[in-house]
């Protein structure tokens, strides 16, 4: 089992940055892909990146190419999520989440494991 902890979020300006990180707990953290949700007011949750057990492979969504940068370390336990030239629509509650799927997958039915979330505020 994986239980994790998500934190960095906050209240940014429009153009501003955050840095998302995502403690997990347990020995076999490095053997799971791991993901990033969001879930805005009244909206579903959406997929934003992936990434795969070793980091060797990324997936993102179309709206935050060029913009996010999700990255592991395994010796950490951790993963992150950077998000550069933030905008109005990024504001949410994020989640990390793991996966036994290698993938990495982008759909939230492959994730087995959820943090609590963290919420994200843009800001004009």
């Known amino acids: 089992q994986v239980q994790l902890v998500e934190s960095g979020g906050g209240l940014v300006q429009v153009g501003g940055s955050l840095r998302l990180s995502c403690a997990g707990s347990?020995?076999?953290?490095?053997?799971?892909?791991m993901g990033w949700f969001r879930q805005a007011p009244g909206k579903e949750r959406e997929f934003v990146a992936s990434?795969?057990?070793?980091?060797?492979?990324?997936r993102y969504a179309d709206s935050v190419k060029g913009r996010f940068t999700i990255s592991r370390d395994n010796a950490a336990n951790t993963v992150y999520l950077q998000m550069n030239n933030l905008k109005l629509e990024d504001t949410a509650v994020y989640y990390c989440?793991?996966?036994?799927?290698?993938?990495?997958?982008?759909?939230?039915?492959?994730?087995?494991?959820w943090g609590q979330g963290t919420q994200v505020t843009v800001s004009s």
């Open positions: 990434i795969n057990s070793s980091g060797g492979v990324i």
């Open positions: 347990g020995r076999t953290f490095s053997d799971y892909a």
């Open positions: 989440a793991a996966s036994r799927v290698a993938g990495p997958p982008s759909s939230d039915r492959a994730y087995n494991y």
